[in-house]
């Protein structure tokens, strides 16, 4: 699988995030940070599986609504805890389209 169309920035706006499905049915979280960078990332929390897109999103920092883990959506490093993180996925984008390539990219599970 190569790149695919995900979404429009018109599906989400500078500051927010939302859920996308690829064809093979993998959520993927498009964040949108504040100062327009798009950002694709694994869709469930690597700590418990909750849903990323229910937390709380400032533009930047993304905060899990189960156990308020909080990830820098810049680049998806864990900042509590610090030894967390997202996996991304790489993103392209032509005019408006959003495009996301999952190939060999594995969702972050936080050790027990
Ligand atoms: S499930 Fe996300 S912090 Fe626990």
Same mark, same amino acid.
């Given at each position: 699988m190569a790149f695919e169309k995900i979404c429009t920035l018109d599906d &989400?706006? =500078?500051?927010?995030?939302? &859920? #996308?499905?690829?064809?093979d049915k993998t959520e993927v979280l498009v964040t949108v +940070? /504040?100062?327009? /960078?798009v950002k694709a990332y694994q869709a469930m929390c690597p700590?418990? /599986? +909750?849903?990323?897109?229910?937390?709380? #999103? /400032?533009?930047?920092?993304?905060?899990?609504?189960?156990?308020?883990w909080q990830f820098d959506c810049t680049n998806g490093k864990g +900042?509590?805890? =610090?030894?967390?993180?997202?996996?991304?996925?790489p993103i392209k984008l032509e005019g408006d389209d &959003?495009? &996301?390539?999952?190939?060999?990219?594995?969702? #972050?599970?936080?050790p027990t």
């Open positions: &989400v706006w =500078e500051g927010e995030m939302e &859920v #996308f499905e690829t064809s +940070i /504040d100062g327009g /960078d700590h418990q /599986d +909750i849903p990323l897109v229910e937390g709380e #999103f /400032d533009g930047k920092q993304l905060t899990c609504r189960a156990h308020l +900042i509590n805890p =610090e030894d967390s993180k997202l996996s991304e996925y &959003v495009f &996301v390539n999952i190939e060999g990219i594995t969702p #972050f599970v936080a």
